[in-house]
């Protein structure tokens, strides 16, 4: 029963309409697994099992909703009713909303079943996922490293066969970082594909998605959760057809750009995180794609530019944190990063942050047109190997040192954030460690379904959902 959790969901559900499998059974599979997994793994901050178990009693055979009786789980940054929310934080405590996330509730009417919340770094701050409330999140692949972040509980519980999918969203890589290091799918889309609501406003740099085995799995569920939700202020315009549909198709000859400078002055790339673009870029060319080696205009000292938007995001959580305890948040509350990062906000003048984003979004221009004629550009998912635990989690003395070393792991997925782009992670790979080794293809504004179209190519060329950690393999 275990190896049902390594099929796409798409095929999980089938076998539910069909009454070969029960959603009870699928259900109580997952639960297992995750009971058996976590003491190791540590990638849930909540696990529903009686709730998930009544909702699962309910579907029956026939049932038409396309996910009817699949388990899946949810970052625990978006509001689930009944279930608690902490954003990684002992600043939320005891704060259990009644209330679903559009997002959510799109995933229930699809028939998905909520097992539990997974978990992220504090206020969703670093690519690794070591909050000091819930401890480290490990990779299934390797105990000792890192499974990404901010979306690490998601990628870890994917990774490790407790869920066959789960939610994430992505503020600078944070879906893809963590498909990356744990040899998922992850896509970004596009800017305001997907509604925040009803919690969040409108967000420059933040898109909702999830972590799967495939691309088909990632193109249906773009599907059920991008579309305008009453009240957002703006939205992506709907596809031409499907992504599902989108992603079937040929994506005839494209024109591709390979990008191996880091938008991020002073990152060093790792020659195995290099050689894998290259690779990529080559299966490309062999399946008739034009290729050609390009040096975007993104590179700089934009770490602190990226920061005076970023920080006041993160102290908007803290102040809420903070409000829902009856009091203005302290340095006690949160770890050192968050409350240097609120100290960075307060002392952030209006002006200041609005020739940030100013700043940000004249960037974002320029990388936009330079890419223009290139309908998918390649580069390294990341510029290292997931790193070890404790190497960066944004505690002790420095902890702006950490938030500076997360830059240089993980420099090439905060640009399409700053961009609105579409993209996509791909573990295309395995590096001699053992470990996923991935590649990111960025596509063209509003082009998810041409990107997902080439990545199902290139699924298709280099098999990746059989893959399985030795965790798994070995039913750790």
Not at 227 to 255: I, M, N, S, V
Not at 398 to 424: K, M, Q
């Amino acid at each position: 029963m275990t190896d049902l959790l390594r099929r796409p969901a798409g095929e999980l559900a089938s076998l539910i309409r069909s009454g070969e499998l029960t959603a009870s059974e699928l259900v109580e599979t997952s639960l297992r697994r995750i009971d058996q997994l976590e003491p190791s793994i540590n990638a849930f901050t909540h696990v529903a099992h009686e709730v998930a178990l009544q909702t699962a009693a309910q579907i029956k055979s026939g049932d038409p909703r396309p996910f009817a009786g699949v388990p899946i789980a949810v970052k625990d940054n978006r509001t689930v009713a009944g279930m608690p929310i902490t954003l990684g934080s002992d600043l939320f405590e005891n704060v259990v909303p009644p209330h679903d996330a559009f997002l959510v509730r799109r995933l229930r009417e699809a028939g998905f079943v909520i097992v539990g919340k997974t978990s992220l770094p504090e206020m969703g701050i670093l690519p690794t996922t070591e909050p000091r409330r819930f401890g480290p999140t490990r990779n299934p692949w390797a105990l000792d490293r890192t499974p990404g972040g901010s979306s690490g509980g998601s990628g870890a519980a994917v990774a490790a066969g407790m869920v066959p999918l789960a939610h994430g969203n992505d503020g600078g890589g944070s879906i893809r970082i963590p498909a990356a290091c744990c040899g998922l799918v992850g896509l970004k889309g596009s800017r305001g594909r997907v509604s925040p609501g009803p919690d969040a406003g409108d967000s420059l740099l933040t898109v909702d998605g999830v972590l799967t085995r495939t691309v088909a799995d990632t193109a249906a569920l773009l599907d059920i959760l991008s579309g305008y939700e009453p009240g957002d202020a703006t939205w992506a315009p709907p596809p031409e057809a499907a992504f599902a549909e989108l992603a079937k198709r040929e994506p005839g000859q494209l024109r591709v750009g390979l990008a191996m400078n880091p938008p991020l002055e002073g990152a060093v790339v790792d020659p195995v995180c290099q050689e894998a673009a290259t690779r990529a870029a080559g299966l490309l060319e062999s399946l008739g794609h034009q290729v050609e080696e390009i040096t975007p205009p993104w590179t700089g000292d934009l770490l602190p530019v990226f920061t005076r938007l970023w920080a006041p995001m993160i102290s908007m959580q803290t102040m809420i944190g903070g409000q829902l305890r009856g009091g203005e948040p302290t340095a006690d509350d949160v770890e050192p990063l968050t409350w240097l990062m609120w100290e960075n906000a307060h002392s952030t003048g209006s002006l200041a942050f609005m020739a940030a984003e100013g700043r940000l979004k004249n960037l974002a221009r320029a990388i936009v047109a330079f890419l223009a004629p290139f309908d998918v550009v390649v580069t390294p998912a990341l510029a290292a190997r997931p790193v070890a635990i404790g190497q960066i989690h944004g505690r002790g003395p420095d902890a702006w040192e950490h938030y500076r070393r997360s830059g240089h792991f993980t420099p090439f997925t905060a640009v399409c954030n700053v961009t609105g782009l579409p993209a996509i992670a791909l573990p295309l790979y395995q590096g001699e460690d053992g470990l996923p080794l991935a590649v990111q293809l960025i596509g063209r504004p509003l082009g998810e379904g041409q990107l997902l179209a080439v990545s199902a190519q290139l699924e298709q060329a280099l098999p990746w959902a059989e893959r399985h950690p030795e965790l798994v393999s070995a039913g750790v």
